[in-house]
């Protein structure tokens, strides 16, 4: 019986080489001592279907372990059981979303970006990690996104932020881990969202072997972290003095098919919310492959299922603000979050550490760890993202989609 469960467990992720590498040939023998307590569990197993979409338009029925199997499988997927509608109220409203055509704030930015730390990125991986898992449906998932709440308001607190009204918020999820939403109010309700993925999971025994996920995204979530600190040391952000509102999100369940951001955009999408620009990052920290290819360190455009007018800005950006470049890549469909805010009909981009194929592989796995990072490549994702949102928080969004007049022609 034990071998049985552990071939089903192992078989299935050899067609993909991306969750097969030279670390996991002993996978078999860290899952060993876990059997039983599987075996013990498996009377409970749901049996319950749930409905992935694999691409647009493409849907099935799956069980719980066959989302994983198809997760082992290289196939990724969002789970639209509870929010099959996505989309469909704004798909007769849609229009082209407009980006500036270059950045503009360098002088406001320059100090920010000195004051942006790897020692903080570091100090709050460290703690991240330490939890077991962050598997969405456990204890510990739900312990981690306690303390990362209570991080961010901290943040909020130290710098002052809470007397002008910025705040932070669980949305809560029915399994127990919930999403985060910081929010910073500015002169209007159009808002600016940067995004990261608060859960892990480990593809071979989610609910019971250890998921540290130090770049699967804990990366992201502290990369994202520390540009809001840095954000909240400017009197004009924190004051509301930006024309947009920012957001920043840290979503649940990404790993078990983008259900966290599927839950926040849909009720965006229900109350009409104006959402300009939405940005993921998902892992942020990984550089070496890249380096013993003998390539350039650089950051990660994503240039399928994306905005192109966003995407188009965030290299302009990169460009400007960054001390690499970025070079093009790809990931599929549903790859990371930033794909429920698009399904919603809203501007959404995503970066990555690298290329997709250069990107790490020790991700879904106890091998997630920090010792493979290197924060000064999380630096430059920081840099990004604080110079995005500060051009993009403070971008008159109604000059750029008025009607050109013709004396201006």
């Known amino acids: 019986m034990k071998a049985t469960l552990l071939s089903s467990l192992l078989l299935p992720a050899a067609a993909n080489a991306r969750f097969i590498e030279a670390h996991e040939a002993t996978q078999a023998n860290r899952i060993l001592p876990y059997i039983d307590a599987l075996l013990e569990e498996a009377p409970a197993f749901s049996t319950d279907k749930f409905l ?31 929010h099959e509608d996505l989309g469909t109220l704004r798909a007769s409203s849609r229009s082209a979303a407009v980006f500036p055509k270059n950045v503009k704030l360098q002088d406001e930015l320059k100090p920010l970006l000195a004051n942006l730390s790897k020692t903080g990125m570091q ?103 520390e540009a809001f600190r840095v954000l909240l040391s400017s009197e004009d952000v924190i004051k509301g003095n930006a024309p947009n509102t920012l957001e920043f999100h840290w979503y649940s369940a990404e790993e078990g098919g983008l259900l966290g951001s599927q839950a926040i955009f849909s009720e965006y999408e229900k109350t009409d919310r104006d959402v300009k620009a939405m940005l993921q990052q998902d892992m942020t ?19 399928d299922f994306v905005d192109t007018g966003l995407t188009a800005f965030i290299k302009k950006v990169i460009e400007e603000y960054c001390d690499i470049p970025w070079v093009e890549t790809k990931c599929g469909y549903a790859c990371s979050d930033h794909a429920s805010a698009s399904k919603a009909g809203y501007p959404a981009a995503f970066v990555i550490e690298s290329t997709f194929e250069d990107s790490d592989d020790h991700i879904h796995s106890t091998e997630d760890l920090i010792k493979y990072l290197s924060f000064d490549h999380m630096l430059q994702h920081a ?27």
């Open 123 to 225: 100090e709050h991986l460290e703690k991240l990690t330490s939890f077991h898992t962050r598997y969405y449906k456990s204890e510990y998932g739900r312990q981690s996104s306690e303390w990362l709440l209570q991080t961010v308001r901290n943040t909020i607190k130290e710098a002052g932020a809470d007397k002008y009204g910025v705040k932070a918020e669980h949305f809560k999820h029915s399994w127990g881990q919930h999403s985060i939403i910081a929010t910073i109010p500015g002169k209007s309700k159009s808002t600016v969202v940067i995004g990261a993925h608060q859960d892990s999971i480990n593809l071979w025994l989610p609910s019971i072997l250890p998921a540290p996920g130090a770049d699967d995204d804990g990366s992201g979530t502290v990369t994202i972290l």
């Open 52 to 82: 992935v979409e694999l691409s647009p338009g493409e849907t099935r029925y799956v069980t719980e372990d066959e989302k994983w199997e198809l997760r082992r499988a290289g196939q990724r997927f969002m789970d639209i059981t509870e």
């Open 285 to 303: 920290g990984f550089v070496q492959k890249t380096v013993d290819a003998g390539k350039p360190e650089s950051v990660g455009v994503i240039t």
């Open 383 to 409: 840099k990004m993202t604080l110079s995005l949102v500060y051009e993009l928080g403070f971008t008159n969004f109604k000059e750029l989609e008025a009607p050109t007049e013709i004396g201006e022609l």
